[in-house]
């Protein structure tokens, strides 16, 4: 339903950012190289045959056992040409960290800090990353696959006149 | 005072110093649990930290050790108000991965979408209700809930349970409607429009109800695209989108029906987007009961369905075969796929990642309300402490749905 999203993106980077791309399920799909993806992503928003106006969606998989073993998944809508494509950007377990999105759509924000909180992937230029859904003094990134469901966490103390 | 400007009604001659404020997490607006981190100078909001997660339960983290099935019950309290909704998002997710979302019988697809809009009307008028309620409106809080009362003994009817529905499966749903249900939705749709009537006459021109509504939290169009709004919030901005008409699934292209959207952005919108919603909701179910057509209301597919009891207890092959899809769990193909539904408070969206077994590798849930819930940092600056309470009511934020 969007190939013409990918067929824009591979005339407009030819110099290998667009690793792979497909159709599976109804979803188009490119895999971006990391250090291409503020460029790729603002060409998508910008371009105005295609006017991805929309963020829809950012979140992560753990590829555990592949190479890079985080996949950022980005899924960013067109409301007014009513396409959709879905984007990977792989980073490493090392050194999990890619470009923000929030300067281009500030409806990532919530979904980047999620990210760094359930994955530990870090968001180069977010404006506050920290927690959303854990609490601060929490230890490790739930949704790591090497993440035990039945691992305790430390008891927290309050600290005295704390507000956050 | 309506739409006249925070910074007019200032008075020099009283001087205030900034304080911080905790509103919530545990507050009587707060919708369920989440905290709101305030600075304010006098009754004014300078700054806005909104924490969420206070419900959070894991469902993704358990999303990922449960059989495909197995997640249903999950998506039953996403959003606890229209659970019905979650059921069929998630089944056509899976469906999708499984190259059979065209192929589910029509009568499946028709009770899917009757029991989803009760859930979207259900949604709305807990929404609607609660935020007349918390402006002092009580009278409407009772009316909808009464409403609302009487669609949930329908859900239950059909269901078994009130809210934790688990109603739709990979493949169809449960069970036929019961007899004689037709007919009784039918008659409480009629009360309901009744009770629409009533809570227009005593809200719409409510001077009291229109001054704490209007012009108060304004997001444009241009706002709510860049911010990834959905649903009634995104369409009060003017934006028109709904998944159900720009992208049809189950049978949606076959009613008629119109997307209501708002024009100026602000909460009485909102308000208005919703209750038109209902209306438009009630006409969907009502073009649904005519057109349903008979039909088995399961996929006959042995590798998805169970089989009957009486074949399960009877035959070893049933057994067998109930055995495996039970504890061993559905055995969806590899691949990914992001599959997206209405909710009731805007795109519900499930993005799965399955490496082939009975469990999935990753189950996503993009919430439709975090992205209303999280635009509150930037609106609630310079409105009032008591533009919180409405403001966030019209942003109908679920706990549930919102920390997953």
Not at chain 2, 50 to 63: D, M, N, P, S, T
Not at chain 2, 176 to 190: H, M, N, Q
Request: net charge negative; glycine share 8%.
């Amino acid at each position: 339903m969007a190939q013409l999203v990918l067929d824009r993106l591979l005339a407009q980077f030819g110099g290998g950012e667009i690793i792979k791309t497909g159709s599976q399920h109804g979803n188009e799909w490119a895999r971006i190289r990391p250090d291409a993806w503020t460029a790729v992503c603002t060409f998508l928003r910008d371009d105005p045959t295609l006017s991805m106006e929309m963020l829809t969606d950012l979140t992560c998989v753990d590829r555990f056992g592949d190479e890079p073993r985080f996949d950022v998944v980005v899924h960013l809508y067109s409301v007014s040409k009513k396409h959709r494509v879905r984007l990977y950007g792989g980073v490493p377990e090392e050194n999990p960290l890619i470009d923000s999105l929030v300067p281009l759509w500030p409806g990532a924000d919530w979904p980047e800090r999620e990210a760094y909180d359930l994955y530990g992937v870090r968001f180069a230029g977010h404006p506050d990353l920290r927690r959303l859904l854990m609490y601060p003094e929490f230890i490790g990134h739930p949704l790591r696959k090497d993440y035990p469901k039945e691992k305790r966490q430390p008891l927290v103390r309050r600290q005295a006149g704390s507000l956050d | 005072m309506g739409i006249q400007d925070a910074a007019d009604l200032d008075a020099p001659d009283l001087p205030t110093e900034p304080m911080p404020l905790n509103m919530g997490p545990s507050h009587p607006a707060m919708h369920g649990t989440v905290r709101m981190v305030l600075d304010v100078e006098g009754e004014k909001i300078t700054n806005a930290d909104v924490q969420i997660g206070y419900l959070h339960r894991c469902f993704e983290k358990e999303a990922e050790y449960a059989t495909w099935t197995q997640i249903f019950p999950y998506t039953d309290r996403l959003n606890y108000v229209s659970p019905m909704l979650n059921n069929v998002g998630y089944a056509i997710a899976v469906e999708k991965l499984l190259d059979i979302d065209k192929k589910i019988p029509e009568r499946a697809q028709y009770i899917r979408v009757i029991v989803g809009e009760i859930s979207r009307i259900t949604d709305h008028m807990t929404c609607l209700g609660a935020g007349a309620m918390e402006l002092g409106a009580f009278t409407v809080f009772l009316y909808m809930l009464k409403g609302r009362e009487w669609l949930y003994e329908l859900q239950e009817e059909i269901s078994g349970a009130r809210l934790t529905h688990s109603f739709v499966r990979i493949g169809g749903v449960v069970g036929d409607l019961p007899a004689g249900y037709i007919d009784r939705l039918t008659e409480v749709l009629g009360k309901i429009r009744v009770i629409l009537d009533d809570v227009s006459k005593l809200l719409d021109r409510n001077r009291i109800f229109r001054d704490r509504m209007d012009g108060i939290a304004i997001i444009t169009k241009q706002e709510a695209m860049a911010y990834g709004l959905t649903g009634p919030v995104g369409r009060s901005t003017g934006l028109e989108y709904d998944v159900r008409r720009d992208h049809p699934y189950l049978v949606y292209d076959r009613f008629d029906f119109d997307v209501p959207v708002g024009s100026v952005g602000d909460n009485f919108d909102r308000y208005a987007v919703r209750v038109e919603e209902i209306k438009q909701s009630m006409s969907i179910l009502e073009q649904a009961l005519k057109q349903i057509p008979a039909g088995p209301v399961m996929l006959n597919d042995p590798r998805i369905a169970l089989p009957s009891k009486a074949e399960t207890y009877n035959s070893i092959e049933a057994m067998i075969a109930h055995f495996k899809i039970i504890m061993d769990g559905i055995h969806v193909p590899p691949g990914e796929v992001y599959s997206f539904t209405e909710g009731g408070n805007g795109e519900l969206g499930f993005y799965l990642v399955s490496d082939g077994t009975g469990r999935p590798w990753k189950c996503r849930v993009r919430p439709p309300c975090v992205p209303a819930v999280a635009i509150m940092n930037k609106l609630l600056p310079g409105l009032f402490m008591a533009d919180v309470v409405p403001t966030f009511g019209m942003m109908n934020m679920i706990g549930g749905e919102c920390d997953r």
